[in-house]
C-alpha cells in the first residue's frame, strides 16, 4: 500500500480507491477521456433545459440550413435543430448504454456467481449455458428481441442487456473460483461466517476489479449495438433522434448537405472514442502488470 | 487431440440447435406478422386489401395453418439437408438459393478485410512494439485506437465523405466495379487493423522481454536477427486466437457497411428480413451466421493447436 506524509509528519497508507484513483489519473490521455465524458453527459442533461429549441420542434424556414448564428450546427431536413438532435442521441445512448449494463451486471453477476460459488453440477450446467450465449450472433438476437419486446428506449437496452451478459458471466465465474480457494475465505468458513456473508463481504469485493473494467467496456458496445439497429431501422422509434438513425437519413443527403451525416458521425465517434479510454484506462489501473 | 474437436463439434451443432429453437420460440411470441406489417405498407400506396381467400391460401403454403412444433420440426429437417424454402417476401426463390448468391459477397469483403488487417496491422505492430514508447509508438497506438473503438458504419460515413466528396477520388455509391469494393473493405478493416496493431504489439513487446531474446542479443545475434528471425515468430502464433472473434465481429460489421453501401450481400437481406418480419428467412440467416461464428471459432483453435504444440498438449491434458 501506498505510504504518504501528512503535513504533521506522521505515515499514512492510502486507501486501496485511492490508489487505483492516482494510477488512472496518472495516464493523461484517459483522465482527459473522463474530463469528456463529464462534459457530454452534462451537456446530454442540461443542453435540452436551455435551448430555445426541441428536438421536436420544426422551423420551415431552416430546412437543410447550413451551421448559422441560430441554428449552430444547422438543421435537418425536416428543419429540426440538429445540435438538439445530437445532445438527445447522446441522452439516449448514455440510458441506453448504462442501462444495458446494468441489466448485464445484474445476470452476469448472478450466474457466473452461482456458477462458481456453488461448483459441480450446477456449475456444468450454467457453464454451457454460457458457452452458448457465447455463440449466439448476438446483434441478430437483438433484432429478435426488439421485435418480440416492442420499440421503446427500455426495451432496447434491456435486449441489449439480456444479449450481452455471457462475458460477464465468465468472467465472474473465473474471479469467484479463484477467490473461493483463497485462505481468507476459509478462515471465514471456519470463524463460521455464512455463505452469505462469504458472498457479499469476501467474495464480491476481490471482484470489483474486473467488473468495473467489464462494465466500462460494456457502455460503449451497448451505443454501438443500439446505434446499430437504429442504422437497420429497429432502434429507437423515430422522431426520438438516434445517432444510428440520423447517420441513414443523413447518408441521402452527403452530396448535398454533409453536415447532416458528418457531425452526427463525428460525435458518435468521439463520444465511444472517450468511453473506450477510459475502460481502457480503469483496465490499467486496476492491474498495473499490463502497462507493457 | 482429435477426440477434442470431435466433441467441441458436437457441442457446436448441440448449441446451433438450441440456438435456432430460442430463435424460433421468439419469433412466434413476437406480435404482428408478415402479412399485417405488409398491409400497413401497402395501404399507403393503394387500397388493396388482403382477401380472406388468399390469406388462407398463404398460411397454407407456408404451413401457418399447422402447429408450430410442425413447423419447426420441419424446418430442422429441411436445414440439415441445407434447404429453407422460399422466404415470404421472395416467394418464388428459395432462401438458400439467396444465401448462395449472396453470402459469397459478404464473406468475401470479410475475407477482404481480414487480409488487409494483417497486412497492414502486424508491420504497424512491429513498428509500435520497437519503437516502443517514443513518439511513432504513440501515433500508431492513437490510430489503432481510433480504428478498433470506432464502429465500421461511422468510419464508413467519414471515409467516403473524405475520399468521395471531398476529394472525388473514389464512388460513394454502386456496386460491381472493383473499385466499388475499396470504401466498404476499408471501412471493415479499420477496426481489425487496430486489434491486430495493439494484439502484435504487446505480443511482441512481451517476447522481447524473454530471457532467450536476451541470449540471442548477448551472443550477438543483431537488432533485425533476433527482432524478425527469434522474437517475432513465436510472436505471431497467438495472433491466430484474434481472428476468431475478429470474423464474428465482421459478421456485424457486414451488416452494417452492407446497409450503407447498398452492397447485396447477404447482411442486407438478414436487415429487411428482420424489419419486414420475414420469419424463414430470419430463421435461415440467424442459423448460417451462427454457424459461421462458431465453426470459424473452432477451425481457429485448431489451428492454433496445430501450430504450437504447448495449446495442444494443454487440450489433450484437459481430459481429451
Known amino acids: 500500500m501506498a505510504k504518504q506524509k501528512t503535513a504533521d509528519g506522521h505515515m499514512k497508507s492510502r486507501s486501496h480507491t485511492m490508489t487505483i484513483l492516482a494510477q488512472y489519473f496518472s495516464n493523461k490521455a484517459a483522465a482527459f477521456c473522463a474530463g469528456v465524458i463529464v462534459v457530454l453527459v452534462l451537456m446530454a442533461i442540461f443542453v435540452p433545459v436551455f435551448s430555445p429549441y426541441s428536438y421536436e420542434d420544426v422551423d420551415y424556414t431552416a430546412l437543410y440550413a447550413t451551421p448559422n448564428a441560430q441554428h449552430w450546427l444547422g438543421c435537418d431536413a ?22 444495458a449494463c446494468a441489466v448485464q451486471f445484474v445476470i452476469g453477476l448472478l450466474l457466473g456467481g452461482i456458477s462458481g460459488y456453488c461448483g459441480g453440477r450446477i456449475d456444468n450446467l450454467l457453464s454451457r449455458v454460457i458457452d452458448i450465449m457465447y455463440g449466439f450472433p448476438t446483434f441478430l438476437f437483438n433484432l429478435i428481441l426488439v421485435l418480440l419486446l416492442g420499440r421503446s428506449l427500455f426495451t432496447i437496452f434491456f435486449a441489449i442487456g439480456l444479449t450481452s451478459w455471457a462475458p460477464m458471466a465468465r468472467l465472474v465465474r473465473s474471479q469467484v473460483i479463484t477467490v473461493k480457494q483463497s485462505d481468507y475465505v476459509e478462515a471465514g468458513h471456519a470463524l463460521g461466517a455464512s455463505n452469505t456473508r462469504i458472498l457479499l463481504h469476501y467474495i464480491l469485493p476481490n471482484c470489483l476489479g474486473p467488473i468495473v473494467i467489464c462494465l466500462s467496456q460494456g457502455i460503449p458496445a451497448a451505443m454501438f449495438a443500439e446505434s446499430g439497429m437504429s442504422l437497420i431501422g429497429l432502434g429507437i422509434l423515430p422522431p426520438m433522434p438516434s445517432w444510428g438513425g440520423l447517420i441513414t437519413t443523413g447518408q441521402q443527403f452527403i452530396l448535398s448537405y454533409p453536415h447532416m451525416i458528418l457531425f452526427p458521425a463525428l460525435s458518435f465517434a468521439i463520444t465511444i472514442l472517450a468511453f473506450s479510454y477510459v475502460g481502457d484506462g480503469l483496465r490499467d489501473a486496476f492491474d498495473p502488470r499490463q502497462i507493457g | 487431440m482429435f477426440k477434442y474437436f470431435l466433441k467441441r463439434l458436437g457441442y457446436m451443432f448441440l448449441a446451433v440447435l438450441v440456438i435456432s429453437a430460442i430463435t424460433f420460440g421468439l419469433l412466434q411470441l413476437a406480435p404482428g406478422n408478415y402479412l399485417e406489417t405488409q398491409r400497413l405498407l401497402e395501404k399507403t ?102 480504428g478498433s473503438s470506432i464502429p465500421a458504419y461511422v468510419l464508413a460515413v467519414l471515409l467516403s465523405w473524405a475520399l468521395g466528396v471531398a476529394l472525388h477520388l473514389l464512388p460513394v455509391i454502386g456496386w460491381g466495379a472493383p473499385v466499388n469494393y475499396v470504401l466498404p473493405v476499408v471501412a471493415l478493416a479499420l477496426g481489425p487493423i487496430g486489434t491486430v496493431t495493439k494484439y502484435t504489439r504487446s505480443t511482441l513487446v512481451e517476447t522481447l522481454n524473454q530471457e532467450y531474446i536476451k541470449v540471442a542479443r548477448a551472443k550477438g545475434g543483431s537488432f533485425f536477427q533476433v527482432t524478425f528471425k527469434h522474437a517475432l515468430r513465436n510472436s505471431l502464433i497467438p495472433l491466430i486466437t484474434v481472428v476468431g472473434p475478429m470474423a464474428a465481429s465482421l459478421t456485424v460489421g457486414t451488416v452494417f457497411v452492407e446497409n450503407m453501401f447498398a452492397i447485396p450481400g447477404l447482411g442486407q437481406y438478414y436487415a429487411s428480413a428482420a424489419i419486414n418480419r420475414d420469419y424463414p428467412m430470419v430463421m435461415a440467416t440467424t442459423v448460417i451466421f451462427a454457424l459461421l461464428v462458431m465453426g470459424m471459432n473452432l477451425l481457429v483453435d485448431f489451428i492454433h493447436a496445430f501450430l504450437d504444440p504447448r495449446v495442444k498438449k494443454s487440450l489433450t491434458q484437459k481430459g481429451g
Open chain 2, 45 to 146: 400506396m393503394t387500397d388493396a386489401t388482403v382477401s380472406e381467400q388468399m390469406k388462407e391460401a398463404w398460411e397454407k403454403f407456408y404451413d401457418l395453418d399447422k402447429p408450430a412444433i410442425y413447423r419447426y420440426g420441419k424446418f430442422l429437417v429441411n436445414a440439415v439437408q441445407g434447404k429453407f424454402g422460399p422466404s415470404y417476401k421472395y416467394p418464388t426463390q428459395n432462401i438458400e438459393d439467396i444465401i448462395a448468391r449472396t453470402l459469397p459477397i459478404s464473406a468475401r469483403l470479410a475475407l477482404m478485410a481480414i487480409a488487409v488487417a494483417l497486412v497492414v496491422g502486424i508491420p504497424l505492430g512491429i513498428i509500435a512494439a520497437i519503437r516502443q514508447n517514443r513518439i511513432l509508438d504513440r501515433i500508431v497506438m492513437f490510430v489503432s485506437m481510433l
Open chain 1, 78 to 99: 425536416a428543419g429540426r435543430d440538429m445540435l438538439m438532435l445530437l445532445c438527445y442521441s447522446l441522452r439516449n445512448a448514455l440510458i441506453v448504454g448504462i442501462g
